[in-house]
């Protein structure tokens, strides 16, 4: 039980119902109390002392240093410590680039600390979350005062959920990102294009009408031959109707994306994408993932069009609506996939 549950007050009903169960009467309430406090400080010592076993000298070197210990600072005199505890504590604040680079910050001094990966794996998350609470409410100071086994114990426990959570906050907004720039993109495109839209009703009829003025007179002129069955003004809202739904409007929207993504998005991206790392077992999603260790590949290059030597996946990765925008075609017949626009599409689908 203890394994699973340290609540006192949940450890406390367990016993009496357990005694109830064995129809056994239960000593006095202090009684019950000492001998859980004792259980509890028994499983403690036990827990710490088996964790801080698994954590190697060089990373309890590095946990002393973000604690600012006076050994750790004898020997890191000529390293600097990207963060102390305190800065991976502290609530990222306002999204923006600042605050981004901040986290990716902190997850990679949490990285650098390099916890054994199965430390917690096979603990209860409740028992984690419970010795992350104590660090979080305790000051570095507090925490040196620890032993050693305790002091290790409740760094690593609470650097494990902090960087789970600094990762899901990435990836959430890695996701935000994205939606905002295509959300953005269409309301700009549709605002361009409402003010000068209008719906026109009964297409079928007047292409019936075009085809057949256009057969009964082939040899004459457009202005001669459509105008009298359908005006200028209807030939253009129909034009205008179909840049707005068709693929010109993809192709607008898309347009919009990709410049909001080169003046402002792209010093977000990469460096969201080299802090994260992508991983899935199932089949389906691989090229997925092979499509993303692409994209990180030339997140630095300034390059249009990726290489023809990289294998590039579209068929299961893009829509058929983006492959249209992505693929282009150069004067010798080569396909050719375009680098920025790219990694909007995969990121969106």
């Not at 076993?53 to 004898?74: F, H, M, P, V």
């Not at 917690?120 to 040196?144: G, N, V």
Request: aromatic share 8%; net charge neutral; glycine share 2%.
């Amino acid at each position: 039980m203890l394994t699973f549950d340290r609540n006192e007050q949940h450890l406390t009903e367990i016993v009496y119902q357990r005694l109830r169960e064995l129809k056994i009467e239960p000593p006095t309430s202090e009684r019950i109390e000492r001998l859980i406090r004792s259980a509890l400080h028994s499983c403690e010592q036990n827990f710490c002392a088996t964790t801080s076993a698994q954590i190697s000298s060089e990373t309890r070197a590095k946990i002393d240093g973000i604690l600012n210990t006076d050994k750790a600072l004898e020997e890191q005199a000529t390293q600097s410590q990207p963060f102390d505890f305190n800065n991976l504590k502290a609530d990222p604040g306002r999204v923006g680039l600042d605050s981004l680079l901040k986290e990716i910050d902190k997850l990679e001094t949490i990285r650098q600390l390099e916890l054994p990966e199965n430390l917690f794996t096979e603990i209860s998350p409740k028992i984690i979350h419970h010795y992350r609470q104590r660090a979080s409410a305790e000051p570095p100071r507090e925490l040196r005062r620890h032993p050693e086994p305790i002091r290790y114990t409740l760094v690593a426990a609470f650097c494990w959920q902090r960087s789970q959570e600094i990762t899901d906050s990435l990836v959430e907004l890695l996701i935000q990102i994205v939606h905002r720039i295509g959300i953005r993109a269409e309301r700009k495109v549709d605002k361009e294009l409402i003010a000068d839209f209008k719906r026109v009703s009964g297409k079928n009829n007047i292409l019936f009408r075009m085809a057949t003025a256009s057969l009964e007179h082939p040899e004459k002129s457009v202005q001669d031959v459509i105008y009298p069955v359908v005006s200028p003004s209807t030939l253009k809202n129909l034009v205008k109707e179909f840049k707005s739904s068709g693929p010109t409007y993809r192709e607008r929207v898309y347009t919009v994306m990709r410049a909001s993504y080169l003046h402002h998005y792209r010093r977000m991206v990469p460096q969201i994408l080299e802090a994260l790392e992508f991983r899935s077992n199932n089949e389906l999603y691989q090229p997925v993932i092979k499509a993303l260790e692409l994209i990180k590949k030339y997140t630095d290059s300034s390059q249009h069009y990726y290489s023809s030597e990289d294998e590039v996946f579209v068929d299961g990765v893009l829509k058929n609506s983006w492959r249209e925008i992505v693929v282009e075609v150069d004067s010798s017949g080569v396909e050719k996939l375009t680098g920025s626009i790219m990694k909007l599409a995969r990121f969106k689908h």
